[in-house]
């Protein structure tokens, strides 16, 4: 292979994501020449509808995913939390890169916390999950949608549209914008997404060329993290745009996953937490990647039992 083509969206992060990527492999292949197919994807068109209304996340790799069948592209560079759990046929995830903080941020230029918005607040997002999250903490807060890309929601906060945005940690660290960060909030308060601060790469399952490309690329702990997270959303059934919370963590040899499933107005918040032996004992090597994705079911079947199915059944019907 002497040229490799990455499909990526345009918008700012999404090009970073894509040039982040195309620097690795052009550190590890001095000889392949890379380039970038950019597109706009239908997410990025319609951005005057909340996400779960139009079909949820998944529109934004649907142009990609084609550009992969078509052959006009080898890879696309996904942020994890927006590829939906099932795959086209013929499509898999070649590698996990490492994680970036999966938090999410509390942007403000008048407040410094969550804590300090005062009573009716607007506070802007476009996440049905912050929202069921952050409601349940402060019942009193005005939670207004917010669509764009990260530039133009930074820009509605500063036209006093907002009194305060949620945005990914992630995002605005790979952009440059720590220095909008007030404070992350605490993942007790809100849980962050599955797969949020992971970049993906997919490419074609039976081309095996790429796919040992990308091995270099894959991250063991964090694949084993958003594994167990996305092995839990898929038994619930769960899109990327709906009231559903995952994040795994590895301490000690153990995995651990917490999982959430809340009511849009945050009255409902059911949580479960499981973790179990990642590392055999003797001989410190990981264990197979089928008990974290086992683990997720665990935990969803957990958060079924409480009545995760049938908040999930009424978003639906009400989207």
């Known amino acids: ?9 345009q918008s700012p992060l999404a090009l970073w994501q894509a040039e982040h990527i195309k620097a690795r492999l052009e550190q590890l292949y001095p000889d392949l020449t890379i380039e970038l197919l950019t597109m706009t994807t239908k997410g990025d068109k319609i951005l005057d509808t909340p996400l779960a209304k139009i079909g949820g996340k998944g529109l934004f790799v649907k142009e990609l995913e084609q550009a992969l069948f078509d052959k006009r592209a080898d890879i696309a560079v996904h942020s994890l939390k927006d590829v939906p759990m099932e795959l086209p046929n013929g499509l898999t995830l070649g590698a996990y890169c490492e994680r970036e903080q999966p938090t999410d941020a509390f942007v403000s230029n008048h407040f410094a916390t969550l804590d300090d918005l005062p009573i009716g607040a607007k506070l802007g997002t476009s996440s049905l999950r912050r929202q ?3 409601q349940q903490y402060r019942p009193d807060l005005q939670i207004v949608s917010l669509r764009g890309n990260v530039g133009t929601r930074l820009s509605k906060l500063d036209n006093g549209e907002y009194d305060a945005i949620i945005l990914a940690t992630s995002g605005l660290t790979r952009l440059g914008l720590t220095d909008r960060i007030r404070h992350e909030l605490d993942t007790d308060v809100s849980l962050p997404a599955v797969g949020q601060g992971a970049l993906a790469i997919e490419c074609r399952a039976d081309d095996d060329e790429i796919l040992d490309l990308l091995k270099p690329l894959n991250h063991e702990i964090s694949k084993i993290c958003v594994l167990a997270e996305r092995a839990m959303n898929r038994h619930l059934q769960g899109g990327c745009q709906v009231p559903i919370a995952g994040f795994a963590t590895i301490h000690d040899g153990q995995i651990w996953l917490r999982g959430r499933v809340g009511s849009v107005d945050g009255k409902i918040l059911l949580k479960s937490e499981h973790h179990n032996a990642l590392l055999d004992p003797n001989t ?5 990647e ?5 683990m997720g079911i665990v935990v969803a079947e957990e958060l079924i039992a409480q009545g995760a199915d049938k908040i999930l059944a009424e978003i639906y019907h009400n989207s």
């Open 1 to 9: 292979m002497k040229t490799l083509k990455i499909a990526t969206r």
């Open 132 to 134: 069921c999250q952050i």
């Open 284 to 288: 410190q090597a990981m264990i197979d």
């Open 290 to 294: 089928q008990i974290a994705e086992s």
